[in-house]
């Protein structure tokens, strides 16, 4: 009998000492939402998708196409030779830098607590305090070469897969070492990013410093695209297939659009392709938007929210002019956007009207423009007109709409800005102009 005990020990060791699923290195699948027109069109009624993946419904008319064998996507980088690996990293690193300096041109910001940063492809990391053009707490961090053949690109490898890094030096004198401050650039790869963003900065010893930017047309080779973080087994496409649900609407938006939080319980919707039908940004609300016959107190706290919102959107180079190049100090333009609820309904329209001096956001369902774009109008000083439309007003009428309107001037504005939006302000208005008063309208 002793071997039946034996076998006992033997099942319950197996059963404790099993080892622990690493949840990390579980495969991860991308997983993309389609309008159901999409849907019908690309996928349930295309006999060659079909043909290559099978269609599964999840309940709730929520139904998700998955390829066949997309969860055996194998790595073939361990399969290759030598030299067949040293071609591919040459090539990667290559094609990364044209793709670098190709996609990437102009400034990004990354906003952190007390510090700001701005990246800028021509210049380097900046770090500095309240606004950059006037404040004392302004530090070059690193500087960019002006020739991209001298500046110093390698492909490296960490736990999380490759990424080509870049040495920026010669950044401002670091008061502990005496020494020019020093900061990595990390470019990696992110299919959900967007345009180029900042993930994060960090100072890995005193003066020393780390950045990592995330560029979407890196995912096109074929090392980066397999980063540890983002290792896709696998694309699923989902779909609302009837529209009985509360969430089909907020599906089919999220089908049509990117949702960046801006927040203030806003998003900014950005659609997946230009040119198309929805080819104009949108916003996203999910709080509750007051109804009332007031005009100004009831809705005072909603202008605030779209306020900051706004301002975030030209800090952060979320809102492009026409021609696709971020806000200047003295453009002055008409914005105009729909605004729908969590369920992805249209809820209201928002116009953002922006003079030398006013700053003027009104809230009104009863705004209409058909585009194309979300610009009545954008004058750059110098610059001929960026929209073609003369007959276009230069700035939106006043509405008594339900949901009112605000007019702020630079002291108002500051007012209902959060700390991060008061840098822009400055640029937006000017603090040393004549400010127009709701009296002098």
């Not at 290759?80 to 990437?104: D, H, M, P, R, Y």
């Not at 009112?404 to 001037?409: K, R, T, V, W, Y």
Request: charged share 20%; hydrophobic share 40%.
């Amino acid at each position: 009998m002793w071997y039946l005990w034996l076998i006992t020990w033997l099942v319950m060791a197996a059963a404790i000492l099993a080892p622990v699923e690493d949840l990390y290195a579980s495969e991860k699948y991308l997983i993309s939402y389609l309008p159901s027109q999409d849907w019908r069109n690309w996928i349930a009624n295309n006999a060659s998708a079909l043909s290559l993946g099978r269609i599964v419904e999840l309940g709730d008319s929520l139904s998700c196409y998955i390829p066949t064998g997309a969860a055996k996507n194998q790595d073939t980088i361990a399969e290759l030779n030598e030299i067949e690996l040293e071609a591919v990293l040459s090539s990667n690193l290559k094609n990364g830098i044209e793709l670098i300096t190709q996609s990437f041109n102009g400034c990004i910001s990354y906003l952190s607590g007390f510090w700001n940063y701005e990246f800028c492809s021509d210049t380097g990391l900046a770090q500095f305090h309240g606004n950059s053009k006037t404040t004392s707490l302004y530090y070059v961090l690193g500087r960019a070469k002006p020739s991209v053949d001298d500046r110093e690109f390698q492909l490296l490898y960490n736990d999380l897969g490759y990424y080509i890094s870049e040495i920026m030096g010669s950044g401002d004198i670091c008061d502990v070492t005496g020494r020019p401050r020093v900061v990595e650039v990390q470019y990696i790869c992110r299919p959900a990013a967007g345009p180029a963003t900042i993930q994060w900065v960090r100072e890995v010893k005193t003066c020393h410093y780390e950045i990592q930017v995330a560029v979407p047309q890196l995912c096109s080779l074929e090392l980066l695209s397999k980063n540890g973080d983002e290792d896709i087994s696998g694309s699923i496409v989902c779909a609302k297939t009837e529209e009985n649900g509360e969430t089909s609407g907020l599906i089919e938006t999220i089908g049509y659009y990117k949702p960046i939080f801006i927040g203030n319980e806003l998003y900014l919707l950005e659609p997946h392709h230009k040119g198309t039908l929805q080819n104009r940004t949108a916003l996203l609300y999910t709080g509750n938007l007051p109804i009332t016959d007031s005009l100004y107190e009831e809705s005072y706290g909603i202008n605030e929210k779209f306020a900051n919102a706004i301002g975030r959107m030209l800090f952060q180079h979320l809102l492009l002019s026409p021609d696709q190049s971020p806000y200047e100090p003295g453009d002055k333009f008409a914005w105009i956007s729909e605004v729908l609820d969590a369920k992805g309904q249209f809820l209201t329209m928002v116009s953002f009207n922006l003079t030398s001096s006013l700053a003027e956001i009104a809230i009104d369902d009863s705004l209409h423009f058909t585009g194309p774009g979300n610009f009545l109008f954008y004058e750059r000083p110098n610059v001929e007109r960026l929209t073609n439309d003369d007959s276009l007003s230069t700035r939106l009428p006043l509405t008594d709409g339900k949901n009112g309107f605000a007019l702020f001037d630079a002291e108002s504005l500051y007012l209902v800005a959060d700390p991060k939006v008061k840098e822009i302000v400055e640029h937006l208005i000017g603090s040393d102009q004549t400010v127009e008063t709701l009296e002098g309208e």
